[in-house]
């Protein structure tokens, strides 16, 4: 009786473990489903508008060209995607480029569209409320919250090497090269620190989400964070000793 009893435990247990793997593997293939369809639902939503929109001045111009990139990579993504990580990284690429096109809209003057989920890589880096204008290295950089002539490149907000930076509209896209290596890195992250030094004042962004709680934190390598004068020359010979960057 004892090992008939035995013989059943194992056959109802074994029984248990095939129905909890069966059951496990297919809610895993619904949520990989859901994700992969959540991903092509706002990839779709891009190529839409980025097919549809089209403007002549430099800001529209320049956020449906970003916008177009995101598109193509985010397709990229989607073929290449086997996991649930992969297509919420193609979903957040797409709707990164729904922000471009979200600018675009709003450079044309036209309704932006319902407002799109927050971006993971723009968390805490806040919107620039304020224009700038600084001098670095003999160059003038700006900034702001409203595109413009001199401020044609959109960026949605995100991080440089653990900074934040805001989103908004600029004179040049200098992220680019502070994402490369060697001068473009420190070149890039003097703007940063130009632009967004809490010692201006009003650092034109919500700066305690933008992680600038100590005023002198982003002016510490400059001599207390006087970034109003002249960025010139040699005045940065000894401000990134030890190699803070």
């Known amino acids: 009786m004892e090992p008939l009893l035995l013989v059943l435990l194992v056959v109802l247990f074994g029984g248990a473990l095939l129905w909890w793997r069966r059951e496990r593997a297919a809610r895993e293939a619904r ?26 001045d430099p800001a529209v111009r320049q956020a449906l060209a970003d916008a177009a990139e995101r598109y193509h ?5 989607l073929e290449q995607a086997r996991s649930i990580a992969q297509y919420r990284l193609a979903r957040e690429t797409a709707v990164e480029g729904l922000t471009y096109i979200r600018a675009a809209r709003l450079a ?16 805490g880096a806040g919107e620039l409320t304020v224009p700038r204008q600084v001098e670095v ?10 595109p413009g002539q001199d401020t044609p490149y959109y960026y949605p907000g995100g991080r ?11 004179s040049t896209p200098w992220w680019k090269t502070a994402l490369g290596a060697g001068v473009g890195v420190l070149g890039g992250m003097l703007i ?3 632009l967004f030094s809490p010692s201006f004042g009003d650092p034109g962004y919500d700066a305690a989400a933008g992680g ?5 934190d982003a002016g510490a390598d400059f001599g207390g ?8 020359g040699g005045d940065f010979g000894g401000g990134f000793g030890g190699g803070d960057f």
């Open 160 to 170: 440089l090497r653990g900074r934040p930076v805001p989103a908004g509209w600029y």
């Open 108 to 123: 044309l003057g036209i309704d932006p569209g319902p407002p799109l989920p927050p971006l993971a890589a723009a968390s």
């Open 192 to 194: 940063a620190d130009a």
């Open 212 to 216: 600038f709680d100590d005023p002198g």
């Open 225 to 232: 964070g006087d970034f109003g004068g002249d960025f010139g």
């Open 137 to 146: 290295q003999g160059q003038t950089f700006k900034a702001g919250p409203q």
């Open 73 to 77: 990579a985010a397709g990229s993504q």
């Open 31 to 56: 949520n990989l489903a859901d994700v992969q369809a959540d991903a092509r639902r706002w990839y779709e939503r891009l190529g839409g508008q980025v097919m549809n929109l089209s403007g002549e």
